[in-house]
């Protein structure tokens, strides 16, 4: 059964939330100015290289984040210029609730939100995760380390040398050099590594950055639509 939660519940089940997720971690918030302890919070979850996404809905607070988010490398940003929405959710747990990942919010304002557990209420916790996929569809991929938002699989090549500079792990979707022979970052390696499985399914294309779906793999990480094109680079 669905749970309500005051200001302070909000904050307590949050930071639950996030230490509690081992595949995914959805922060979905028009405002964005994180706390120390969910920066925290989060360079912990990279270490398990699960899926991070945080999506926001106002320019102006990108910069305020800019530097710290330059700084980690595991956490995809996205840009939905008609976000109100408030919701955060894990594999097992969601929170919908008035409060932004925001300082102020957290500290100062009068807050409120449900709580949702999969495992107490798997249909309305799939209807939420559907409603949070569909707003990351129609969300932006954005550079962190350029103010305005573009979509993350637009390659941009040198005009002198032909050459992609820029891949993206197939576990976590970040950016790292392109080089289909160390197609993940070292914390995803490390994961993967403990099995050592060439054909086990990842989640992006290292040349575009899309979402593959599990059709990618270490053996293939790059989606078959993107082979040709990624080839007459790797072959240069």
Request: net charge positive; proline share 3%.
């Amino acid at each position: 059964m669905a749970k309500f939660l005051d200001t302070t519940g909000v904050s307590h089940y949050l930071q639950n939330l996030i230490n509690n997720s081992n595949d995914k971690l959805y922060l979905i918030s028009p405002y964005l100015q994180i706390n120390n302890q969910i920066k925290l919070s989060l360079l912990d979850r990279i270490k398990f290289a699960i899926d991070i996404v945080i999506i926001y809905g106002k320019n102006d607070d990108l910069k305020k984040e800019s530097e710290w988010l330059n700084s980690v490398n595991g956490i995809k940003i996205l840009f939905h210029q008609d976000l109100h929405a408030k919701c955060y959710l894990n594999e097992n747990e969601a929170i919908i609730t008035s409060m932004n990942l925001y300082m102020f919010s957290q500290q100062n304002n009068v807050e409120m939100g449900i709580y949702v557990s999969k495992s107490e209420d798997k249909d309305l916790y799939e209807q939420i995760a559907k409603e949070v996929e569909r707003i990351k569809r129609n969300s932006k991929y954005i550079s962190q380390k350029n103010e305005n938002p573009e979509v993350f699989g637009s390659q941009k090549l040198s005009s002198t040398k032909n050459y992609i500079s820029v891949g993206y792990c197939i576990r976590t979707g970040v950016k790292i050099p392109f080089n289909p022979e160390k197609p993940l970052i070292p914390e995803a390696f490390k994961a993967w590594n403990k099995y050592g499985d060439v054909n086990y399914p990842e989640k992006f294309c290292h040349y575009s950055g899309e979402s593959s779906n599990g059709e990618t793999s270490v053996a293939k990480p790059i989606l078959k639509k993107n082979w040709k094109k990624a080839q007459s680079f790797t072959d240069k």
